[in-house]
């Protein structure tokens, strides 16, 4: 079992920053990938960003590319969205998720967090 719990969230005004962190426990070493979703009420759930735990390789979004960053320190099992230039559109709950491989699906990710909300104002 892999348990994550996402934190950084918050209100912010257009143009704004945001950095959400997502700390990882359990069996870890077990999740060659770790990726952040969002989803917007009424929206399903959409792929913003993916790393590779070993190599660092990541993978974005075409929405997000340029604007958001993914990193991770493996040495506090730890993975972050550095979030700028934010704009109403990126209003969402925020999740992380562990999985095997860097691919923009859902479905291939077996743990999730519990999400943090980010909320974008004009």
């Known amino acids: 079992q892999v348990q994550l719990v996402e934190s950084g969230g918050g209100l912010v005004q257009a143009g704004d920053s945001l950095r959400l962190s997502c700390a990882a426990s359990?069996?870890?070493?077990?999740?060659?990938?770790m990726g952040w979703f969002r989803q917007a009420p009424g929206k399903e759930r959409e792929f913003v960003a993916a790393?590779?735990?070993?190599?660092?390789?990541?993978y974005y979004a075409d929405s997000v590319k340029g604007r958001f960053t993914i990193s991770r320190d493996n040495a506090k099992n730890t993975v972050y969205l550095q979030m700028n230039s934010l704009e109403p559109e990126d209003t969402a709950v925020y999740y992380c998720?562990?999985?095997?491989?860097?691919?923009?699906?859902?479905?291939?990710?077996?743990?999730w967090g519990q999400g943090t909300q980010v909320t974008v104002s004009s």
């Open positions: 790393i590779r735990r070993n190599d660092g390789s990541t």
């Open positions: 359990g069996r870890t070493f077990s999740s060659a990938a």
């Open positions: 998720a562990a999985g095997q491989w860097v691919v923009p699906t859902s479905s291939h990710y077996g743990y």
